[in-house]
Each structure stands twice: as structure tokens, then as C-alpha cells.
């Protein structure tokens, strides 16, 4: 490169500086630092170009198609090194750069923040921040409250361990002949592993009944509401069924997910093994792997064949969306994160689509600059409220 670039927008025209933001390593490092030795003149505009990629990305970019697919490796095995001991989050890039850049790569106009917005009164979604509250699982005897994310496992002594999001230990003995509850309120999510090893995920705003110990010849939970992903162990002799208000779910070893919000309409996915869906008095109706049915408000079930991963993904930290219709990512969002969106004024907004992924990062920040940049829209967050624009 030449030594005479006297202005920031020079280096943002140098490809090697662009990979070297983008994509460090050994070589690059060094070329810069070597630079930067010779020239300490230009050290104010390579910060300065540093820091207009970190604030505003790139809207067009000088990458080539080797140099597009090594960097989108580079940020998915980083987020895979920075996977955290539970499983259900995924840490998001180290910077929200490195946010930007992943998705501007692929072809997707940046917007960023700046300030605050005037929203056009009839652009605009409206977010809100609802307070958080306590998971709470509830025996028979007691209620215990957690601040953080848990995971529970039961065993068949009627003792349950509970995994608190600091990896704080403790054990509590319950009942065995009494039925407990598991309340996930919006904004929190949980893993309950039940006394025969099967595994429950709990999505956020998700109550599960259980008992402690199963008895008889029949394994029976209750999803009251929410969502749950369920890995069943496999056992013949002992049927497994999940109830909720409208059906019944039976199990023949398998891995599965059901939705049961308020508002829309109830599914069930299967993933793998066989799952046979029972209404009152109604033929059962089976699934196959990749194929999810939905409960309509007519007291009947519809088949389609689905890509399971969209619908199962929450349980490992991200969502994955195709074109889906940006309220609908809202509403997965908002569940998530315990908002509250007005979809009254988003006559244009309401159009948009959204592919990606989001990585359902601890910063909401993070997240809803994805949403903003998979959307091309803005957003400002200004205390407890988000305001989203075309």
C-alpha cells in the first residue's frame, strides 16, 4: 500500500486493511503493525477508519468470493469456540461490528443507530421492556424462585438438582406421589430432566406440569402453556404422553416440539422417532420425522412437511427465520425477551421479511441491530423503549 493515503476513506478503499479488520491473522498483524511504525502520521486516520467500520459498517465491500466464504467461517467457528457450559446460549460475536460484517458479507444493506430517531408516524413499531420475573418451581410442599435460568434433574429417590445460571448447586428432596410445576416466565428459559432421563427444554413463557416419580405403566407431563422441546427415553412397556388444553401427544421414543402459546395457533414437530397426535373421541393422527401438525380453532389437526430446524433452534441459543414476516420475528423476540411490540402504526414495516439467523445474545442490543440489519430497518432504544422504523 501506499504511504501517501492521507484520509481515513483511503484505507477503507484498501482491501488488505478491510481483511485485516474483517479477518486478522498472523500476517495481517503484522504487515499493520509494521506500517503503522513506519507511518505514524497516518495512525489518526487508521483509527479513525477503525472506528467508522465498528459504528458503520459496510454498505459495499471490495471482498472476494473465497475472501466472503472465509470470513463467514471465521465468525461461525468463533461463536462456536465461545459457546458457554449450557447449551441453550450461544455468546454473539465478540463486537457489533463483527455482527455487522457477518450479515453486509452476504449481501444486506447495513442501517445502524445514530442518536435518535424521528420516526414517521406511520412507520413505526414500538417496543416495550416489561419486567422480569422469577422462574418458579412450585411442589407440594414449597416455592422456590430463581433470578437466573435453571436446569433441574430428578431422580428416582424423589430428590431434584437444581443448576442455577452461575452453575450455583443445590438439591431439594419432593414428593413422589405429587404432581410439581415449572413456570418459565417470558425473558427466561429452562431444562428439566425428569426421573426416567428424559430431557424438557422450556421456552420462555412456558408452564409444565410433572411428577416426581412415574408410577404405574403410563409416563404423563402437562404443557399448560408455552413451548417445550422433549427428548423421550425410549421404553415400550411405559408409553410417554404430553396433554395440553386441546390434545393429547403420544410417544414412542423420540424428539419432538410443541407450541402452545396464547394467540397462536398450537403445533407439534417431530424430529425423529414417531409421535401420534389424539383428540377426544377422534382417530389418531401420526406424524413422521419432518412434519408438523397444527391445531386449528375447528378441532382439527393439518400436515405439512417442514424443515424441523427453524422450529427447534431456541433450545440451542439462536432462531432461525426465511422469510419470515418481520412481526412474526418480533413475536419470537419479544417472547424471548420479555417485550411488548405495538404493531399498530407498521403499515410499510409489516412487508418486511427476515432471513438469518439471530443468536439469542445476553445483550438485546446485539440482537436488535441483526433484526435491523436482516429487516433494513433502524432501530433506537431509549430507556424501557424500543422504536423500530422503515
Known sequence: MNSDHSRYTDFLKDRRFIRWQLMPDDNLDAYWRNFRERHPQHDKEIRKAIMYLQREGLNKNRLTNQERTALLENIQKSILEKKKIKQRKLVWYSSVASVAVALVIIGIPLFYPSGHIIAPDKELIVGKLLNNEDIQLITSEKTISFRNDVEVTLDSEGTAEIIQGDNETSKISIARDKLNSLIVPYGKRSILTLCDGSRVWLNSGSILEFPTH???????????????????????????????????????????????????????????GSVSLQLSEKEELFLIPNEQAVYSESNLFSKRAVDTEPFISWKDGYCTFDKTPMTDVLQQIGRYYNLSFNFENDVNLQKRTCTGKIYLSENLDNV????????????????NRIYITN
Open 214 to 272: 412415574f408410577s404405574g405403566n403410563k409416563r404423563e407431563i402437562y404443557l399448560r402453556s408455552g413451548e417445550v422441546y422433549v427428548e423421550v427415553i425410549h421404553d415400550t412397556e411405559n408409553p410417554f404422553h404430553v396433554q395440553t388444553n386441546n390434545f393429547n401427544v403420544k410417544v414412542h421414543g423420540t424428539k419432538f416440539n410443541i407450541s402452545n402459546y396464547s394467540g397462536s395457533p398450537p403445533s407439534v414437530v417431530l424430529v425423529e
Open 368 to 383: 436488535m441491530t441483526t433484526i435491523a440489519l436482516l429487516t433494513s430497518t433502524k432501530y433506537d432504544k431509549q430507556e
